[in-house]
Nanobody
Framework: QVHLVESGGGLVQAGDSLRLSCATS????????MGWFRQAPGKEREFVGA????????NYADSVKDRFTISRDNAKNTVHLQMNSLKSEDTALYYC????????????????????WGQGTQVTVSS
């Protein structure tokens, strides 16, 4: 079992940057592929980005590609989401998630592959 705590959200203006962090504790961090998802009011949860267990593979939603970067620090059991050139449509509650079902060198865009979820951190982008 792994416990996830997100941080780094806030209120920013369009064009600004934010760096989200997800600190984990419990089970061995490198046993888990990690993902970031988001949910805006009135909308379904959507995939944002994912990173493989070792960090060699990443995957992004088309809407954030070239603006967001996911990374992980396996020594500190932490995953980050660097968000640049933020847009009003990026406003959402951002969740990190951990899953053991994903093979070591792979990533997953499906929420079904992630068993553990954090409580979320709010990102609000004003235009």
């Amino acid at each position: 079992q792994v416990h996830l705590v997100e941080s780094g959200g806030g209120l920013v203006q369009a064009g600004d940057s934010l760096r989200l962090s997800c600190a984990t504790s419990g089970d061995t961090f490198t046993s888990y592929a990690m993902g970031w998802f988001r949910q805006a009011p009135g909308k379904e949860r959507e995939f944002v980005g994912a990173i493989s267990r070792g960090g060699s593979a990443t995957n992004y939603a088309d809407s954030v590609k070239d603006r967001f970067t996911i990374s992980r620090d396996n020594a500190k059991n932490t995953v980050h989401l660097q968000m640049n050139s933020l847009k009003s449509e990026d406003t959402a509650l951002y969740y990190c998630a951990a899953g053991r079902r994903v093979p070591y060198y792979a990533t997953s865009r499906s929420g079904d592959d992630y068993k553990y979820w954090g409580q979320g951190t709010q990102v609000t982008v004003s235009s």
